[in-house]
């Protein structure tokens, strides 16, 4: 309902029988983890009053889809990962999955893939560039 303005960390987390999400315009937050491990997750439609969304937060394997209908873009978390291996791993609040695509409205394609903020030696946030190879133009209307 539009009564809802956030999301939780870990709301979701593990719903294996969750296909896909549409979140509503009136939400402005998602946490942390909040449709993580989501095995049958393949697509997520996020509303355009959204600013902000948590580390994990679509973290599952299979999705393939996600809908941003902000203009602006939302504070994400991106970040690397170093393991006692030395191979260096990438994270954030969605996966990096090959044929992953993240959909944003046409007008605001140029301002996500170049945007970047606040980044420091472990974290950035709100760094969409990062992820500019997955974002894809769309017509929201």
Not at 5 to 18: D, M, P, W
Not at 76 to 105: L, Q, R, T, W
Not at 120 to 132: F, L, M, P
Request: a negative charge.
């Amino acid at each position: 309902p539009d009564s809802v303005t956030n999301i939780g960390s870990e709301a979701f987390r593990g719903c294996n029988k969750l296909t896909s999400v549409t979140i509503g315009n009136s939400v402005t937050s998602i946490g942390s983890y909040a449709f993580s491990d989501c095995s049958s997750l393949t697509s997520a439609t996020i509303g355009d009053g959204i600013t902000s969304i948590g580390k994990y937060a679509f973290y599952s394997k299979n999705i393939a889809n996600i809908y941003c209908k902000a203009t602006i873009p939302p504070a994400i978390h991106y970040h690397y990962y170093v393991p006692f291996s030395g191979e260096n791993k990438k994270y954030g609040s969605f996966p990096f999955n090959a044929d992953m695509k993240i959909y944003v409205p046409n007008e605001a394609y140029d301002v996500y893939t170049s945007y970047e903020s606040v980044s420091d030696d472990k974290v950035e946030q709100t760094n969409w560039s990062k992820y500019k190879s997955y974002i894809t133009p769309y017509n929201f209307e």
